[in-house]
């Protein structure tokens, strides 16, 4: 089967392409001496993080403790927790996951440490600590080093966490600072930092000019989309995802409509900067989807010179990948145009 016989809309995932972006990664974090650990919040599917494994990935990120239950039942060994997990509701699933794989937890708050040790308690083996400090972006993280002290050894002195370092997501301005003021208080103190952690797609390709950050996790690289060809990281012809759609209706000269809408493509847009509307239409770049309801997708024509027909086929770059696999049962899964599969997806949805 040819992707042009797939019923549309449909996610199409070219598996060459994502052989280039894995390896070219993995070559530049081994060029540097950076740990790769990927985020799997993209692709969502165990296929992919044991082969991000298999090229030297040190383990895998996940955001929620469900996700990270599937790839750890998929046989992924090492496995950060990028998101703080807080209440009692949250002990037994996050033990039952420290018993399936070497786990570590990224928080900035003792009720999530000591929920962290409520697991490791009930589950009978240790659970690794990241600190998370915000180094600009103003989400989660500690504001100042002393808050990393008192985690660090909240964390060494209940017998069931073990403080292992620093996390950041995105990488912001205050970084190299706070990583270096946080070093020398922690020496200070007697404690090891083995991991500084970062994250974002966008800005990867420097990583390694950050003094003292050791690990790097990326997620959008397997695939990429708009925005991070927008940043500047990948090329149109890296992006290994599109959503082919079909024209369903031409109302105006000037209008089209696509059988996608905010259910395919979702309703994240670029920064003004990137482009305009909910995704690339690559046969017609001056043509801008301007509005997304949950089924319709509707295109401005006006500046196309090239306009489509009723029936005609599209293929889409996404804005945002990530939301896109959220959104879908299953990828199909093509090499040199052919259809060589059909994929679940069993992380999406994963939310608790």
């Known amino acids: 089967m040819r992707v042009d016989d797939l019923d549309t809309p449909v996610p199409v995932i070219d598996l060459d392409r994502v052989e280039h972006n894995l390896t070219k990664m993995q070559a530049y974090c ?3 001496g950076l740990a790769l650990r990927p985020h799997i919040k993209t692709h969502k599917l165990p296929q992919f993080a044991l082969r991000q494994i298999e090229l ?3 383990g895998i990120t996940c955001q929620k403790i469900s996700e990270a239950m599937v790839m750890a039942e998929a046989g992924c060994t090492d496995i950060l927790l990028t998101y703080p997990i807080v209440g009692a509701a949250k002990v ?16 900035d ?17 240790e659970i690794g600590i990241l600190v998370e400090f915000d180094s600009g972006d103003g989400r989660c993280g500690v504001q100042a080093p002393d808050e990393v002290l008192t985690l660090a050894r909240r964390a060494a002195g209940n017998g069931l966490t073990r403080f292992r370092g620093l996390m950041t997501y995105p990488r912001g301005p205050r970084t190299v600072p706070f990583v270096t003021e946080t070093r020398a208080l922690l020496d200070g103190a007697g404690i090891a930092v083995e991991t500084v952690s970062v994250g974002g797609t966008p800005g990867c390709w420097d990583t390694h000019e950050l003094p003292g950050v050791t690990e790097l996790r990326v997620g959008t690289y397997i ?17 290994a995802v599109h959503v082919h759609a079909t024209v369903v209706s031409r109302p105006t000269a000037d209008r089209a409509v696509l059988d996608c809408g905010s259910k395919t493509l979702s309703s994240d847009r670029v920064a003004p900067s ?3 509307g909910y995704g690339l239409i690559l046969d017609y770049p001056d043509a801008v989807i301007v509005r997304v309801n949950e089924e319709h997708a509707v295109v401005d024509l006006s500046k196309s010179e090239a306009k489509p027909q009723i029936g005609d086929r599209v293929m889409i770059l996404p804005n945002h990948v990530c939301v896109v696999t959220n959104l879908h049962d299953r990828m199909a899964i093509t090499r040199n145009g052919e259809v060589v599969g059909d994929w679940p997806v069993p992380a999406r949805g994963c939310t608790r």
């Open 274 to 276: 990137v482009g305009e």
């Open 30 to 32: 081994d060029r540097h």
């Open 109 to 125: 708050n003792v009720v999530a440490l000591d929920t962290v040790a409520a697991a490791a308690a009930e589950a009978g083996v």
């Open 223 to 239: 695939y990429h989309d708009r925005a991070t060809v927008g940043a500047g990281v990948a090329t149109l012809e890296e992006c």
């Open 56 to 58: 030297g990935a040190v």
């Open 92 to 107: 037994s699933p996050l033990a039952e996951l420290a018993g399936k794989t070497k786990l570590t937890v990224a928080l």
